[in-house]
């Protein structure tokens, strides 16, 4: 819808973690309307990510599909740092970093449904999304394949002079793959000449597909595998979208500063099934995810806005709003066309380059 | 013209394009301090500094992948593989990332980006230093994939490969870094998808790219000597995009064809070359198209026995009296 692609482009880039004049940190002062405007951006990707499902279900989406039900709070809080020109490249469960990059809800479930209305007219679906002109760098299949990526684009964003950085995501699942130790090594090396500001964003949701990280690594922290690469490192709480915003703001302002990588951890949790098929769940219990489901980042927002004094019935009207959303880029996407077939052959090679440094400048002016 | 070696031609194509543009960069293992392990980056580094000429572990999934992410930032890099047989440890993000991003992403980024270096054998490296790679990457739509013969086309080719806005894969002939040739001073392109009749005949026409062109024409020499068999050479030069074209003129005209590659027989570029005659020259054809293809084994280390898995002259003149009915003594 427009008016979340609308609450994006009003993202601005100071806000927690730069100092007032005083050196006190702007955090401190609390912008309870700007999280009541995240409360209602995490609300539409939960029910997106379910309307989704549903449509699955009935056949209208094929494919895999990944949803990001539990882990709202990460991409929320880490956009928020997001600057125009900053890159962003994920794996497959990408359909929140598109929304809040200012993709429509409508383009996003166009493309889920495979149609020419989609984000990437049908040729991608789910795993691959990208909107360069919002600097959405894309959602890739392959576990891991996508992380040398990010590290060459944070190497371009120096090379061109820019004070841009990436925010890469990465699942906990990845880590243990060679493309991740290859190319933190690479952007450790590089940003010792202030040549890789990239902003590793490990989403530990827990499981890489059915296999917990205690069966997949005998060194389960995660963060501190970037020691091996010279990368500094911390762990955030994943579930809570303020911690989220304030580390996301402090770290992205050094990186950008430094040119270095950096590494954060955020401990989350995927409330939802691995995919759209993945219904028996037998790698973890009902009572494991119900604890998890008690620190809801939706929730748990919830809560702390109504401790601030915001009204439950104004958020009851945003969940109301945030339906009427959902529903729209539903019946758009059902009521959209298929691709004409011409387009199967399209877009196998380029005519000319794709300067994505241009493409993103060029849609700001 | 001046007269270079293949290695100087794909050197001067590389620098010539640096000084021109900005955004070319050169990425891979020792091409900088080492000066290349094939000599191709020597002084490149000096020339250019370590930000564009950049020494990487040895971690060839990670630097193409690298690679690749600067491409789609509107960079030029230039890989160089320090062989095509470490590719395989790039192969993921050569055909899953470098193919495929221009068309899942409905065409909204690109990915201009050559990755060179020598392929094929002849030197005793056996079976994990020795491929032809020809068939493998040609499979892959989204892929570019050249291998010139000539130091004139490596320079032409290697400029096209630069400007084309995605992924080429640059097959060099390994064994040929210090062939001579006359090669153009300053800029010109050879583009894809063009084969080159490297010599004129009417009798039969022999078909292979990159350093089997040279046996061919060797081969040629002799049928015209001794058998006064006028065999016409093409040298594909491109794989994919490929010239069907000029093949099918030629064998219009010579109604014979022996197609010639180092590379494996099985699903190989031979294989489709047999298969575009058959569809598009059947009628012209009076024999069936030869291939003469390496031995079906992993490459052996032994000199005579890695001379034995590759083509040979007497195997493509007995080839080609086969297609012209010409057994020995007939």
């Known amino acids: 819808m427009a008016t979340t692609r609308g609450s994006a482009k009003k993202r601005r880039a100071d806000g927690p973690g730069d100092t007032n004049p005083d050196g006190v940190p702007v955090l401190e002062r609390r912008d309870t309307e700007k999280l009541v405007g995240y409360y209602r951006q995490m609300v539409i990707i939960r029910l997106f990510e379910e309307a989704s499902q549903r449509a699955f279900r009935q056949g209208k989406v094929g494919g895999y599909l990944h949803v990001y039900i539990g882990q709202e709070a990460v991409a929320t809080g880490f956009l928020d740092a997001h600057r125009p020109g900053d890159k962003v490249i994920t794996a497959y469960r990408d359909h929140a970093h598109a929304l809040l990059l200012g993709s429509t809800p409508r383009e996003v479930m166009a493309e889920l449904f495979g149609k020419a209305t989609g984000l990437v007219k049908g040729k991608g679906g789910s795993m691959h999304l990208f909107d360069v002109k919002n600097d959405m760098m894309g959602g890739y299949g392959i576990v891991g394949g996508h992380i040398p990526l990010g590290v060459g684009m944070a190497y371009a964003l120096r090379y061109q002079g820019t004070d841009n950085i990436v925010q890469l995501y990465l699942g906990d699942g990845a880590i243990n793959n060679g493309a991740f130790h290859e190319a933190a090594n690479l952007a450790g090396l590089w940003g010792r000449d202030g040549m890789n500001p990239c902003l590793f964003i490990v989403e530990n949701n827990q499981y890489g597909m059915g296999t917990s990280v205690e069966r997949a690594t005998a060194m389960t922290d995660l963060a501190r595998k970037f020691d091996s690469y010279g990368i500094e490192h911390e762990k955030v709480d994943g579930m809570d979208l303020e911690a989220v915003m304030e580390c996301a703001h402090r770290v992205a302002a050094r990186v950008r500063e430094t040119g270095k990588p950096y590494a954060v951890e955020a401990i989350t949790y995927r409330i939802a099934p691995h995919g759209a098929a993945d219904f028996l769940e037998r790698y973890r219990t009902k009572e494991e995810v119900r604890k998890w489901r008690e620190r809801d980042p939706i929730g748990l927002l919830e809560r702390k806005l109504i401790d601030y004094g915001v009204e439950e019935e104004r958020l009851e009207a945003i969940r109301a709003e945030a339906k009427e959303v959902v529903d729209d880029a539903v019946r758009f996407a059902d009521e959209s066309p298929e691709p004409p077939l011409e387009e199967l052959y399209t877009d196998v090679y380029a005519e000319e380059s794709v300067d994505a440094s241009r493409e993103a400048s060029a849609a700001r002016r | ?330």
């Open chain 2, 1 to 330: 013209m001046p007269v270079t070696t293949y290695r100087e031609a794909l050197r001067s194509a590389m620098a010539e394009e640096m000084e021109r543009d900005e955004s070319v960069v050169l990425i891979g293992e020792d091409i900088g301090v080492y000066g290349g392990t094939h000599l191709v980056t020597d002084g490149l580094l000096e020339r250019f500094g370590p930000k564009r000429v950049i020494d990487t572990p040895i971690s060839e999934g990670g630097f193409t992948g690298a690679a690749i992410g600067m491409a789609m930032m509107g960079m030029r890099p230039i890989v160089e593989m320090m062989t095509w047989n470490f590719s395989f440890q790039a192969a993921d993000q050569i055909i899953q990332n470098a193919a495929k991003i221009h068309y899942f992403s409905g065409g909204q980024a690109s990915v201009p980006l050559v990755i060179r270096g020598p392929n094929g054998g002849g030197v005793q490296l056996s079976a994990q230093h020795t491929h032809s790679l020809e068939g493998f990457y040609g499979h892959f739509p989204g892929l570019k994939v050249v291998s010139p013969v000539t130091p004139h086309d490596a320079k032409g080719m290697m400029i096209a490969a630069i400007r084309d806005p995605n992924p080429v894969i640059f097959l060099e002939a390994g064994a040929l870094y210090g062939t001579k040739g006359e090669v153009p001073e300053g800029e010109y392109t050879v583009p894809f998808g063009q084969a080159r009749i490297a010599r004129e005949g009417t009798d039969v026409t022999l078909i292979a790219y990159g350093r089997q062109v040279n046996l061919l024409l060797r081969v040629a020499e002799r049928l015209a000597n001794e058998e006064k068999i006028e065999a016409e050479v093409i040298d594909l030069r491109s794989i994919r995009p490929f010239d069907e074209k000029t093949i099918v003129e030629s064998v219009k005209k010579t109604n014979r064809a022996v197609v010639v590659q180092e590379q494996w027989r099985w699903f190989s570029v031979a294989s489709e070359v047999a298969a575009i005659l058959q569809e598009q020259a059947f009628d012209y054809l009076d024999a069936p198209v030869e291939r003469v293809s390496g031995a079906e084994v992993p490459a052996p280390y032994a000199r005579n026995l890695e001379q034995a898995a590759f083509p040979s002259e007497q195997q493509v003149i007995e080839a080609v009296r086969r297609v012209t009915y010409r057994a020995r003594g007939a």
